[in-house]
């Protein structure tokens, strides 16, 4: 069976009917309620981005999850990501085991090493070990999870000489995910440590990762992990109207807004322009947005060609109108795409 979840960043840009942005506690609740809704549509899974930014709200996606986890019964949990080049592995296990424990077994942890750096300083991280910080601090986790007795000698990260770490999660092996945007060297490491993979697809053509998901099974495979330990995920932006059209429409100046204020930060910025929009929600772009049947279709023209298991659709909820959230036409495209 493949999974339906949605993904969000808890975005706080300027809606376009009124120019005003919602404060980050209103999008804080907004998101709880989101979260119920999803778990009401049948949904398999939510998952909240960490940033540090003031467009966006959410620095502690484990705090919103744990007040959704009560609230909700059936739905997964996950950070979308979970900056770990930052955080305290041990704090890290901590948190999501309690999620579990709150959620009665529906918590996962998805990692990353962040497309933003702004925790780096905000936590008193160097940049120049942005890669051996996340490596490390992932085999730490994982000793974490696979041990209630931690062992472990750090070079970057601290030493912990025969302590336990509590509360162990209700699940026997809390799901730990590695997101990245489609790096060969991480999806080689990712597969060398039999963990499920999350790919970032949020530009170029989605099926282009069709490579990459083959040489991180054949990897997987050759280390000695079964097939359902090689889960791959994908995370697409989208969004979902009953009129296709009116989606197109709808969704330029929210995406507009998003890509624009991302790219300031980075070099060799230009303006997002209509029509390169108009390519990436095309039949070959990496967003989904349309009515249900058009993206249905789409989606299932990728899971055909990539095999994967999960599908996060990004929501710009906090960009759009709350009041817009179409998690019943998401709900439409499971039904089109036969995901029961």
């Known amino acids: 069976m493949i999974e339906l979840g949605i993904s969000t960043f808890g975005e706080t840009t300027p809606l376009e009917s009124t120019g005003e942005t919602y404060s980050h506690a209103e999008r804080i609740r907004q998101l709880v309620a989101e979260i119920e809704l999803a778990d009401q549509v049948g949904l398999d899974?939510?998952?909240?981005?960490e940033h540090h930014r003031e467009d966006f709200a959410v620095s502690a996606p484990e705090i919103v999850l744990a007040a959704a986890a009560k609230q909700t019964k059936y739905i997964r949990l996950t950070p979308a990501v979970t900056?770990?080049?930052s955080n305290d592995p041990v704090r890290v296990y901590q948190q999501y085991a309690t999620l579990d424990a709150i959620s009665n077994g529906?918590?996962?942890?998805?990692?990353?090493?962040?497309?933003?750096?702004?925790?780096f300083p905000l936590f008193g991280y160097d940049l120049a070990d942005y890669e051996e910080l996340f490596d490390e601090k992932l085999n730490m986790l994982q000793a974490i999870r696979d041990h209630t007795v931690l062992k472990?000698?750090?070079?970057?990260?601290?030493s912990v000489q025969d302590r336990p770490v509590y509360p162990r999660a209700i699940q026997d092996n809390l799901p730990i995910w590695v997101a990245t945007g489609g790096n060969l060297e991480s999806t080689v490491r990712i597969a060398q440590a039999g963990l499920p993979i999350a790919y970032a697809i949020i530009g170029g053509n989605p099926k282009t990762f069709g490579q990459l998901i083959k040489i991180y099974k054949e990897i997987g495979h050759r280390q000695g992990y079964q097939e359902h330990q090689l889960k791959v995920a994908s995370h697409s932006w989208?969004?979902?109207?009953?009129?296709?059209?009116e989606a197109i429409e709808h969704y330029f100046y929210p995406t507009k807004v998003s890509v624009d204020n991302i790219g300031r930060d980075r070099s060799h910025w230009r303006e997002m322009t209509k029509a390169q929009y108009l390519d990436a929600v095309?039949?070959?772009?990496?967003?989904?947005?349309?009515?249900?049947?058009h993206v249905a279709q789409k989606m299932i023209t990728m899971f055909e060609k990539l095999g994967i298991n999960r599908f996060m659709l990004h929501l710009p909820v906090g960009s759009m109108p709350h009041a817009a959230v179409p998690f019943g036409t998401?709900?439409?495209?499971?039904?089109?795409?036969?995901?029961?």
Do not use: C, H, Y
Not at 238 to 245: C, T
Not at 283 to 293: H, I, L, Q, R, S
Not at 330 to 340: A, D, I, N, P, S
């Open 83 to 85: 900056v770990l080049s």
């Open 45 to 49: 899974v939510f998952g909240i981005g």
């Open 330 to 340: 998401v709900q439409k495209v499971r039904e089109k795409t036969f995901l029961e």
């Open 152 to 158: 472990w000698q750090g070079r970057l990260t601290q």
């Open 282 to 293: 095309g039949t070959d772009g990496a967003m989904f947005v349309g009515d249900p049947e």
């Open 238 to 245: 989208g969004w979902i109207e009953d009129d296709n059209q």
């Open 106 to 119: 529906r918590a996962e942890i998805m990692v990353g090493r962040g497309s933003f750096v702004e925790s």
